[in-house]
């Protein structure tokens, strides 16, 4: 069993950065693939990025690819997200979760409360 804490998030203008962090208690972080996802009102949950548990495998969305960075400091149980020249459409609540298996598709089974993130334009 672990427990996800994110945090970081808030209002940023279009071309501004954030940095979202996400705490792991319980087992480690280590044991666990990590992933980020997001979900704007009125849309449906979708993947952002995700991180292997040895930080060796990465991927991300086509949308964030370039701009976005996913890494994880496992002495800290804690993932980031880096979020460089943010967009409006890039306007949701961003959740971390997390898994045995790191994927787009796979099945994460811890979720984090999840963390607003505003752009304004």
């Known amino acids: 069993q672990v427990q996800l804490v994110e945090s970081g998030g808030g209002l940023v203008q279009g071309g501004g950065s954030l940095r979202l962090s996400c705490t792991a208690s319980g087992r480690t972080a280590s044991s666990y693939a990590m992933a980020w996802f997001r979900q704007a009102p009125g849309k449906e949950r979708e993947f952002v990025a995700a991180?292997?548990?040895?930080?060796?495998?990465?991927y991300y969305t086509d949308s964030v690819k370039g701009r976005f960075t996913i890494s994880r400091d496992n002495a800290k149980n804690t993932v980031y997200l880096q979020m460089n020249s943010l967009k409006p459409e890039d306007t949701a609540v961003y959740y971390c979760?997390?898994?045995?298996?790191?994927?787009?598709?796979?099945?994460?089974?811890?979720w984090g409360q999840g963390t607003q993130v505003t752009v304004s334009s």
């Open positions: 979760a997390a898994g045995p298996w790191v994927g787009k598709e796979v099945k994460y089974d811890y």
């Open positions: 991180i292997g548990r040895s930080g060796s495998i990465i």
